[in-house]
């Protein structure tokens, strides 16, 4: 079967650093992105990696290891503006397509 | 940038009534997808679609659910017999291929079913 573990909440104080995991089991694994949703809105792209490793971008990093079903998003320097849902997303590869399955999301809270 | 279109924003339908939910892909990707989101839980995948017609869908749409892309532009989502389950956000995206930039999403179209 398809499965995304993701935390359900997570809180961190502005300025600091955080990090969010999310361990999968899928098939056809063909790359894993994460998304940002704020309330009511929809899922915006932050990030993919199809390869083991770091990929860096401004204040948002990602990591994956392909071996352990594993990823992380880090957020540096966080801003009350980075509180939202932070969604991770395999890209599922089945019958010559390519599909998007999410977890369930990581609602984080950024206080002052 | 380049956007994915989704009309109208909100639709509120009576039981039973049908509804259409109209989608404007990115003019030159090939490959469009409907998910929802009900409230408070995760985007579920409903169904994919290449080259004019279905290349997969998931156990959520069944045959109250079907899709269309009628004039080369438009992409649509029709339930034909709304229930009240069927309240929730619907997202279309479309992509060209899988890449750095994967999909793109639409704004959404909130459907409430009363």
């Known amino acids: 079967g398809q499965n995304i573990d993701q935390p359900t909440e997570m809180t961190a104080t502005e300025g600091a650093i955080v990090q969010i995991n999310c361990t999968y089991q899928t098939s056809g694994f063909n790359g894993l992105f994460w998304y940002q949703q704020h309330a009511g809105e929809a899922p915006t792209f932050l990030s993919y990696?199809?390869?083991?490793g770091l990929e860096e971008k401004g204040r948002f990093s990602s990591f994956l290891s392909r071996s352990k079903g594993y990823s992380y998003l880090l957020l540096k320097e966080l801003q009350m503006k980075d509180s939202a849902s932070y969604l991770c997303a395999v890209s599922s590869f089945s019958g010559g397509y390519n599909k998007l399955i999410f977890g369930a999301g990581t609602r984080l809270a950024v206080h002052p | 940038e380049p956007e994915v279109t989704q009309t109208p924003s909100h639709q509120v339908t009576q039981m039973g009534q049908e509804v259409i939910l109209r989608c404007v892909p990115i003019?030159?990707?090939?490959?469009f997808y409907w998910y929802r989101q009900i409230l408070g839980q995760k985007v579920e995948f409903l169904v994919s679609f290449y080259n004019n017609e279905i290349s997969e869908k998931s156990e959520i749409f069944d045959d109250q659910f079907s899709v269309e892309r009628p004039d080369g532009s438009n992409f649509t989502l029709k339930i034909r017999s709304t229930k009240l389950e069927d309240s929730a956000m619907y997202f279309c995206?479309?992509?060209?291929?899988?890449?750095?930039?994967?999909?793109?999403f639409g704004s959404g179209t909130r459907l409430t079913v009363v």
């Open positions: 990696n199809v390869l083991d």
């Open positions: 003019s030159n990707h090939l490959y």
């Open positions: 995206a479309s992509s060209d291929r899988v890449s750095n930039n994967g999909y793109t």
